[in-house]
């Protein structure tokens, strides 16, 4: 053979080997990007020139040289065994969405739903905006289709297995990939994995065809004909959907008593391609373990791979902890199919741990951990991530002068007294829950004092961020599974996509410290054990036995299986441990001797105290108000603007829900009256948090108070989250924070009532006492100051400072106690009508409390409350802006509002007693002094009369 001609060859063969080996080692001339993950880091791409040196330039050591760069281009263009490498990347994006019939196309983003794409193409408006729930019905009745073609950004035949993977898909939809049905979705709440190795092509198109949530819904209730599964629909006044138990998707979704029925459809979260050789890293889960005779902290690791390997293969996991000096090697091996690997992390001996713990107790210390996976052939993945330490504890254990058991939570071994809400999700329309707004709310909850909340079962799992926000604020989150407020279906079906949905769910969030808790469900045991759903005798059974298998032998089975460092409860509330013994669903499921409680009672005066439960822990309780005008303002019109008018009416979801907030302000406050009608309806808006922030305040320094008593075998009470914290729209609600994080009233007041120092003052048959409530670790010796005002001057009657006394940590107990007669007899002057009682708790300049106060009668009974002129003189200071305030009177529930500016303020809805009083507020965005002064409406509860 010629050489000349072998180089000519030589030299064509070369240059499209080149453009191979461009395109494989910088992924030039492909679109999009490639994942990071494709190649083997061990493999570096291989340099052309200098590949054999020594060798003696000329022809035929030319085409040697030749020869070797091609055998090593070949060997890089397809791998053998030994050689995984990966490849991935996102679909999500711009998708065309078409209804059923054609008749509306539109672009729309990916993650998102159908209704957010049509308001952003300006085909409907805000869904909130009146009565567009209603309205916008049809595009919940509609089936729709999500399309999208897409280029194989690399060569997908050279990879062993392809995925097409779904994060969240809502809800029920058939996946199509090149006109090939790949796979179905059923379940909002289940990341789903289609493998597309055979239907995969350079050019693709993907369609979701999806079906009506509503109209499935209502053919799963239709073809379960053994006997129903209530509830059929919700109640008339919420305006929702019906069968919601019969489909796997947000609960709230059709309707609830506080929020509007939105049944979306579309892709929620993120949809991406995978590709992989030899085994591809599924999940990843650690968790802490504390190893008390041992004196050592473990960390449980497991890795869950999918190995498409036909033989087995080895290799090393590096788990490193730097600043824990912790560092373990592993030998490992793989096995084809679903693998697990489990490893067990011993955390040095001779380092100090710094614990995890909630707001309030301590920092949320956490440490940098990376794991090093290198596998045969030079695979290699790592991971890196932050991992806490911290342990949990349920005690529920007898207690001394009380039947039952007790039931609260240890973190690290100390008491903890739960102080928080609970959460729903913050909008019908999860592509619009941005991170900005989740750290919004969230940090409002930390600046209330908060050290819980309660993930409602009628909601979604919340995203990742969610949780990663709460480890770094220290917020515990108990966490519910999605089911709330019905009876399900137990076919095998509908039993497998739970387990599948549990899985994952547990696996997604269990490495998180600040999930403390799993409830199996919402309120669907006291459901059974009170009949809600007036079941007949014969069939009762039935439905117990479905309770069972749905709670315990499936989604309780798997918790146990997945994750031993947390409880489970099968639901809340619950007797817990005497749930169990009574074969889960007890007698009574609220019963104050056992577990945890939800009460409410909306026609009884909030005032006494007497009416609420001392029991071991309080988890849902709370009263209704509206949100301010200038919330409401951004979705509705003029003629909607008083309290009776069909949009009032419309965006109450609560049976009689405006009616009772009247019926409960009544009982101590005059309503308001004011001949312009506009200011009615904002005095009656304000009326109403008056009313609901001073109900929750009763309630919760209630039951702060009984943690360390008992009284009639009753108390022990250690958690109180009432209901709730965020709202999902612009309408009446239990929430404390309005649609979009205002904070009203009742949020305010939180900030007092949930304080780590607090006198808690209350009258039992004339008597008035004050307790000291600590959550402090340490004890402090303080002075108690008692005052009371006449209303009508702002100089005390009287002051008195007790001797010092001691505040012990973690504890609740009495501090102070004195007949109303001899107090109001040796101020002087005084009558229940014409005078009130604040104080406040004081370790010198150490430490103090909030300043509590006291009604000695109602209000609206209240002798010398006259209209104080209250104002306000606004001054920048930096990022934030003083209002300092003057008064001419004592005023209570003074109200500062600047309409839609948003930020918040260092108090609010307090009593004034003194002549001059400092208000920092907060912006959440650039204003201006002038902006302030021109929104400012100031109030206190005398001018609305």
């Not at 009146?130 to 595009?139: C, G, K, V």
């Not at 897409?150 to 060569?155: A, C, E, I, S, Y």
């Not at 489909?247 to 579309?266: A, L, M």
């Not at 014969?538 to 409880?567: C, G, H, M, W």
Request: with cysteine.
């Amino acid at each position: 053979m010629c050489p000349r001609l072998l180089c000519a060859a030589q030299k064509k063969t070369l240059k499209s080997g080149s453009v191979a080996l461009a395109q494989l080692t910088s992924g030039a001339g492909r679109e999009g990007s490639w994942d990071s993950r494709w190649f083997p880091t061990a493999q570096p791409p291989l340099q052309p020139a200098a590949r054999v040196p020594g060798m003696v330039p000329g022809p035929q050591a030319s085409c040697q040289c030749f020869l070797l760069l091609l055998l090593l281009l070949l060997a890089a263009a397809s791998p053998g065994p030994g050689r995984p490498r990966s490849a991935g990347f996102s679909l999500a994006g711009s998708w065309l969405l078409r209804s059923q019939d054609g008749s509306v196309a539109l672009e729309g983003p990916v993650p998102g739903c159908v209704h957010s794409a049509l308001l952003q193409r300006g085909l409907i408006q805000d869904p909130y905006y009146r009565f567009n729930d209603l309205n916008y019905s049809w595009i919940s009745l509609d089936n729709w289709t999500y399309s999208k073609e897409f280029r194989t950004p690399f060569d997908f035949r050279k990879l062993q297995k392809v995925n097409l993977i779904f994060e969240g898909v809502d809800t029920v939809a058939e996946v199509l990939l090149n006109n090939v049905t790949v796979g179905k979705t059923d379940n909002m709440f289940n990341r789903y994995t289609f493998d597309i190795t055979k239907e995969i092509r350079e050019l693709n198109v993907i369609k979701l065809h999806f079906q009506s949530a509503v109209s499935y819904a209502a053919q799963q209730s239709e073809a379960h004909t053994g006997y129903r599964i209530p509830p059929e629909c919700p109640e008339p006044v919420q305006k929702g959907a019906c069968h919601v138990n019969f489909i796997r998707k947000e609960q709230c979704s059709f309707s609830w008593d506080w929020g509007p029925s939105f049944p979306t459809q579309g892709i929620w979260k993120d949809v991406r391609i995978e590709a992989y050789d030899i085994c591809h890293l599924d999940d990843f889960t650690f968790t802490p373990v504390y190893v008390s005779s041992a004196r050592e902290w473990n960390l449980k690791i497991e890795a869950y791979f999918d190995v498409v390997s036909s033989e087995p293969f080895g290799g090393q996991v590096t788990v490193s902890i730097p600043a824990l000096q912790t560092h373990q090697l592993y030998d490992i091996e793989l096995h084809p199919g679903k693998s697990v690997i489990p490893l067990l992390l011993n955390i040095n001996k001779n380092t100090t741990v710094e614990t995890w713990w909630p707001n309030g107790h301590g920092n949320q210390t956490g440490y940098n951990m990376t794991v090093i996976f290198k596998l045969e052939g030079g695979y290699h993945i790592e991971k890196l991530t932050k991992v806490y330490f911290r342990t949990i504890e349920l005690i529920e254990a007898p207690i001394s002068g009380s039947s039952g058991l007790s039931f609260y939570f240890k973190i690290n071994g100390l008491p903890i007294f739960l102080k928080g809400s609970n959460w729903i999700p913050a909008d019908s329309f999860q592509d619009r829950v941005t991170s900005d707004l989740l750290r919004l709310l969230l940090q409002s909850a930390v600046d209330a004092n908060m050290n819980t909340l309660r993930v409602w079962g009628g909601g979604i799992y919340e995203q990742d961020e969610f949780y990663e926000i709460c480890d770094e604020l220290g917020i515990m989150i108990w966490q519910d599974f999605m089911f709330a407020c019905a009876l399900y279906p137990t076919d095998q079906a509908f039993i497998d996509s739970v387990r599948a949905e549990v899985v994952h769910q547990i696996r997604r969030l269990k490495s998180h410290p600040s999930i403390i808790i799993w409830s199996g469900n919402n309120e669907n045991e006291v459901a059974l054990a009170d009949n809600w759903f007036s079941l007949p005798s014969s069939k009762f059974q039935i439905y117990i036995r479905d309770y069972v298998t749905l709670y315990v032998k499936n989604i309780r089975e798997i918790v146990l299986a997945e994750d031993q460092t947390r409880p489970y409860i099968a639901s809340s509330p619950t007797n817990g441990a005497e749930s169990r013994a009574e074969g889960w669903v007890s007698r009574k499921p609220h019963d104050t001797h056992f577990g945890d409680v939800h009460f409410y009672d909306y026609q009884s005066d909030c005032w006494n105290w007497k009416v609420f439960p001392k029991a071991r822990l309080v988890s849902e309780y709370g009263y209704q108000s509206w949100p301010s005008f200038s919330t409401l303002e951004k979705v509705s019109s003029a003629e909607d603007w008083y309290y009776n008018s069909s949009f009032s009416l419309h965006r109450q979801h609560h049976r009689i829900g405006n009616t009772e907030m009247l019926d409960q302000a009544a009982h101590h406050f005059k309503l308001p009256w004011n001949s312009d009608p506009l200011v009615m309806f904002k005095d009656t808006l304000y009326l109403t948090q008056v009313m609901q922030a001073q109900c929750v305040k009763t309630e919760t320094e209630f039951y702060r108070r009984s943690q360390s008593e008992i009284v009639y075998g009753e108390g022990h009470t250690m958690g109180a989250l009432y209901w709730q914290l965020n709202d999902i729209w612009q309408a009446p609600s239990w929430a404390s924070l309005e649609y979009g994080g205002k904070w009203k009233m009742l949020h305010y007041f939180a900030q007092h009532f949930f304080s780590p120092l607090l006198p808690v003052g209350f009258e039992d048959d004339d008597v008035f006492f004050i307790y000291g409530v600590s959550d402090l670790h340490l004890d402090y010796k303080m002075a108690l100051t008692v005052r009371v005002h006449r209303w009508n001057s702002l100089e005390p009657v009287c002051s008195h400072q007790t001797e010092y006394l001691v505040v012990k940590a973690g504890q609740a107990a009495p501090l102070y106690k004195e007949p109303v007669v001899e107090l109001l007899k040796r101020c002087g002057q005084c009558t229940r009508q014409s005078c009130v009682i604040s104080f406040d708790l004081t370790a010198g300049d150490e430490l103090s409390s909030p300043t509590n106060y006291h009604f000695l009668s109602s209000l609206k009974d209240a002798v010398g409350l006259e209209k104080a002129q209250i104002t306000a003189k606004i001054t920048q200071q930096e990022n934030v802006y003083s209002f300092e305030l003057r008064t001419t009177a004592v005023a209570p529930f003074v109200w500062l509002d600047v309409g839609s500016i948003p930020g918040r303020f260092s108090d609010n809805g307090f009593l004034l007693t003194e002549e001059r009083k400092t208000i920092i507020f907060y912006p959440w965005k650039s204003t201006s002094v002038t902006a302030l002064e021109k929104s400012l409406r100031l109030i206190s509860l005398a001018d609305i009369y």
